[in-house]
């Protein structure tokens, strides 16, 4: 698909944005769906100047990332009441001149979950109580989870605990926890950290699934060993895509093509490292 005069502008904005993984994922998509759509990333020190650009300048949507996720809320005309709860927005979309926020992070850890094992009623224990662990958390009690967190401050395990009444516990207790679901949503692993796991490989039990949201390397320490400990695994990467997918979806009003996104991810992380 050409550029031209009727072509949809979108972007990602954030700081650094210049490793985002957004456009291939996105310009991938719009691509097989022979939209006329471009998706670009731009690098935005002053949030409030962006948006009246994408005001200004009419761009369709934005995806939004750090640290601008909180800063941006009190720009827009309209939050989706979902990501008012979680206190963040990570999609903008732009319907004549007025911005509405949304929060598709959430649902990216669902659906990532949701292509390996059900969530309703099952135990999930969430690792982390950061901005990432917030949406998570919000997800997965909308789908009906029983949630425990455990954070190294347990202040902050406490605060996320009260907002979707979870249970907070100490990590050494995670043996005695029956845990169906275990989510890694802190940054612990990430390139280059990567011989750091959030967790002891002793404490894996082979029946769990197990999720990080940590996706460079594709496979963190704290998957590999979960794998060697007989537990099914999901990858990182897979919520970046799902929340990609639903972001293209607001855009476009269309069906994402997942399977290309995936793929032009994929290959994307494999240049990368
Ligand atoms: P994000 O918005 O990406 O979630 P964040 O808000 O800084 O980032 O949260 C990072 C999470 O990783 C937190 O849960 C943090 O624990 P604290 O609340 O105790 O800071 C966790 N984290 C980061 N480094 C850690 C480390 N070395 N050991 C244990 N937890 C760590």
Redesign the pocket.
Same mark, same amino acid.
């Given at each position: 698909m050409s550029i031209n005069g009727t072509t949809k502008i979108c972007a990602t904005i954030g700081n650094p944005v210049e490793h985002s993984l957004s456009p291939v994922m996105h310009n991938a998509a719009y691509e097989e769906m022979g939209l006329n759509f471009v998706f670009l990333a731009c690098k935005v020190l002053d949030v409030k100047k962006a948006l009246d650009g994408v005001r200004g300048l009419n761009f369709r949507g934005l995806s939004v990332t750090?640290p601008h996720k909180i800063e941006a809320m009190k720009y827009l005309d309209d939050i989706d009441e979902t990501a008012q709860k979680i206190g963040a927005i990570n999609t903008i979309v732009n319907d004549n001149g007025k911005l509405k926020g949304y929060n598709t992070d959430y649902a990216g850890t669902t659906l990532a979950l949701l292509e390996k094992t059900k969530i309703k009623g099952k135990n999930v224990v969430l =690792?982390? *109580?950061?901005? +990432? *662990?917030?949406a998570i958390a919000f997800g997965l009690k909308k789908e009906g989870a029983n949630i425990t967190i455990i954070?190294? #401050?347990k202040d902050? +395990?406490s605060g996320l605990a009260k907002f979707i009444d979870a249970k907070v516990d100490d990590l050494s207790n995670i043996i005695k926890i029956k845990v169906d679901i275990l989510i890694n !949503? #802190?940054? =612990?692993g990430m390139d280059p950290n990567v011989n750091?796991s !959030?967790m002891p490989q002793e404490y894996f039990r082979k029946n769990m699934t197990v999720f990080d949201i940590v996706y460079r390397p594709k496979e963190t320490k704290f998957l590999r060993e979960a794998r060697e400990s007989g537990c099914q695994i999901v990858y990182g990467y897979k919520m970046l895509l799902y929340q990609a997918v639903a972001q293209f979806e607001l855009f476009t009003q269309k069906k994402a093509p997942v399977a290309i996104m995936e793929k032009a991810l994929l290959d994307a992380l494999e240049r990368k490292n």
């Open positions: 750090m =690792l982390g *109580a950061g901005g +990432a *662990a917030r954070n190294r #401050t902050k +395990a !949503a #802190t940054s =612990l750091i !959030a």
